[in-house]
């Protein structure tokens, strides 16, 4: 017991409330034959010092974007984070419970979701965002089922291109499992041709997994005459330089933040950023955060709309997600706020030029083909057409110091550039492709 915090004399009067005189007393009704009686074989304890080295030591064995040059992207991104972000992070003004039910001692952490609530309704290009979600993955999954509710159950199926992230579409088919949805996975091409009395929405990349950007808009408008809904998951950063889905039509857009200002982490956790229309507004899931006045006039932020299994909705709950990343949308809100419109729309072009770069580089040497001839931003698919094994490849790009893209099937890379990768490293990393596969 001498790990509790109390002192000996604090134990005895425990002991003597409870009416015994020693704790091995509580025991009595565990059998003798089945306690551990000997000490645990395990190693003494260690001080904080050599504690600290012996994490140090193991931590050293991975590698990470700090040790190798990425060229990494499906959903997951090396962009720099500015060093004022951790500085934001830390402010007493966000050190606030997690669920901000009492608005008079939240109102750091409130207003930072409001904001960041406001910069997701800008980028889209939707009326209404909610205070974030999970992931990109749970996002989609989220926007199928509030497709579904606006039906007002009488449709049941949604349609999903594949060209959406498969993690992605795994995570659907995981909800469907419970027989609250059907999914379908189809070709882009497909998604209007397949509509049927039971669609409820169709799901779209924007751009998709593969990085091509696709003209959206006629299969929006198509959904439309057809009385579904058009989901779409959109790249964040993209948004800066593309129309908006909102501009286009679309009722939910979803998508990934993780690009801002949110660590790679070896995957996680992500940011799920969420924007509907106001016509869909009251079939939201997760956390609204709204601006009112109170009774002397002054302003104050406030959850609104709270429709949650947690709150007055119990079973009618719009949605079981009792819970926001919001430390993780902080990050992006403060980002977004420092970047602003003009320095974000800097930034990606920045990326995209590095890409469509290293795309023609990587084109010229004779060892891979476009996967797609359609436009593309700062990600895209190539073929590798060399007799020999991408595997092999990606694993010896790798002992050399790259992270060579996503190996995404048994002769495909995803490629994805940030602002992060220089001229010289994009030489070095084409040059060691050639070195290696020749």
Not at 7 to 30: H, K, Q, T, W, Y
Not at 224 to 244: C, D, F, T, W
Not at 409 to 428: Q, Y
Request: include cysteine.
């Amino acid at each position: 017991m001498d790990y509790l915090s109390i002192n000996p004399d604090e134990r005895e009067g425990m002991l003597e409330a409870i009416g015994v005189s020693r704790f091995e007393e509580l025991l009595g009704c565990i059998p003798a034959s089945v306690r551990l009686n000997d000490k645990l074989d395990i190693e003494g304890g260690l001080s904080e010092l050599e504690v600290s080295r012996h994490v140090r030591a193991l931590a050293d064995k991975n590698q990470s974007c700090t040790t190798l040059v990425s060229f990494a992207g499906a959903g997951c991104y090396d962009h720099y984070i500015p060093s004022f972000i951790d500085h934001i992070l830390r402010r007493p003004e966000f050190f606030t419970a997690y669920t901000p039910y009492q608005p008079e001692v939240s109102q750091g952490t409130l207003r930072a979701i409001y904001e960041y609530q406001t910069a997701i309704c800008a980028l889209t290009g939707m009326q209404v965002a909610n205070a974030s979600m999970y992931d990109g993955a749970t996002a989609l999954a989220e926007a199928a089922l509030m497709s579904i509710r606006a039906s007002r159950g009488k449709k049941t199926e949604i349609l999903v291109s594949d060209e959406i992230n498969p993690q992605w579409i795994e995570v659907l088919e995981t909800y469907a499992a419970a027989d609250i949805m059907t999914i379908r996975v189809v070709t882009t091409d497909d998604l209007i041709a397949e509509i049927t009395p039971d669609t409820a929405g169709i799901a779209v990349g924007y751009p998709d997994f593969y990085g091509t950007i696709t003209d959206i808009a006629p299969l929006i408008g198509e959904a439309h005459e057809k009385g579904v809904l058009a989901i779409v998951a959109a790249q964040p950063m993209m948004l800066s330089l593309l129309e908006s889905p909102g501009s286009l039509g679309a009722d939910i857009v979803v998508g990934e933040a993780q690009c801002f200002a949110n660590p790679q982490s070896f995957g996680g956790p992500g940011l799920g950023f969420f924007g509907s229309t106001d016509k869909l507004m009251r079939n939201m899931p997760g956390r609204i955060v709204g601006r009112t006045t109170d009774v002397e006039g002054n302003e104050g932020y406030v959850l609104t709309l709270s429709t949650r299994e947690q709150h007055i909705r119990r079973e009618k709950a719009t949605s079981n997600i009792c819970s926001n990343h919001a430390l993780n949308a902080l990050a992006a809100g403060a980002y977004l706020m420092y970047m602003g419109g003009d320095g974000l729309k800097a930034l990606a072009n920045e990326c995209v030029e590095k890409a469509h770069a290293l795309c023609e580089k990587l084109e010229a040497t004779g060892l891979f083909e476009r996967v797609s001839d359609g436009e593309f931003g700062y990600e895209f698919a190539l073929r590798y057409t060399n007799a020999g094994s991408a595997e092999e490849l990606h694993g010896a790009l790798f002992e050399r110091g790259f992270i060579p893209g996503v190996l995404i099937d048994d002769d495909t890379f995803l490629f994805a550039v940030t602002e992060k990768r220089t001229a010289d490293e994009i030489e070095s990393f084409v040059k060691a492709v050639k070195d290696v596969a020749c």
